[in-house]
């Protein structure tokens, strides 16, 4: 096959491609605000919904972002996001429960943390929010979750939310319009590589 040949093939599949994209693209003519949930044993749940905070703030959007299980405040996406005009930045864990050990204290703390965030999902002038390392809590059973579905339900009609975490719950996988699964295949923890600066923290 020449190159002439090859060009000529790859033009036609394109064209193809492109009558498909666009008829899909014709399709989808509705607006809602969307429920994505990013769940998976791999890394970068947390850091993709950043990203689309990121995206979101640069629309002009408002952003409450609530973190359930994280207790840091010294991260770099806290230390940048919550700096920026638009973004509410809510630091609500005491740590990953091995570190806690203490079931009563997840729970309350699960329980606060609740109180504090869920207002967002009531506030129709915050256009993104980002509920990270919710799954957590619903997987454990510190929190409800028909109760936590129920609150992103009655959501303004064009808020989209966000939830992070491994394992997420059937329930929330079944609500969800959009979800994502990120796979664990390497990690360099396992080489032994501490946590790094801009990368994992």
Same mark, same amino acid.
């Given at each position: ?35 994505? %949930? ?30 359930? =299980? ?20 809510? %630091? ?10 203490? /079931? ?16 967002? /999902?009531?506030?129709?002038? =915050? ?10 809590? /619903? ?32 329930? /929330? ?29």
């Amino acid at each position: 096959m020449t190159e002439q040949d090859k060009a000529e093939r790859y033009k036609k599949r394109m064209q193809r491609k492109e009558k498909i994209v666009d008829a899909s693209i014709e399709k989808a003519d509705q607006e809602k605000g969307l429920l994505l %949930v990013l769940t998976g044993n791999g890394k970068g749940k947390s850091s993709s919904a950043f990203g689309m905070v990121a995206r979101a703030l640069g629309h002009n959007m408002n952003v409450g972002v609530a973190q359930f =299980i994280k207790g840091r405040t010294d991260t770099g996406e806290e230390a940048f996001f919550s700096k920026q005009a638009g973004c509410t930045w809510l %630091v609500l864990g005491g740590g990953f429960s091995w570190k806690v050990q203490d /079931l009563a204290e997840d729970q309350a703390r699960a329980a606060a943390g609740w109180e504090r965030a869920s207002p967002f /999902l009531q506030d129709d002038s =915050i256009d993104l929010v980002v509920m990270d390392e919710l799954t957590y809590p /619903l997987k454990y059973g510190w929190l409800d979750t028909d109760t936590v579905l129920k609150a992103i339900a009655n959501r303004p009609a064009m808020q989209h939310v966000i939830v992070t975490g491994r394992g997420a719950p059937d329930a /929330l996988v079944e609500a969800a319009d959009t979800v994502s699964s990120v796979d664990d295949i390497k990690h360099a923890f396992r080489a032994g590589i501490k946590a790094q600066p801009g990368i994992d923290l």
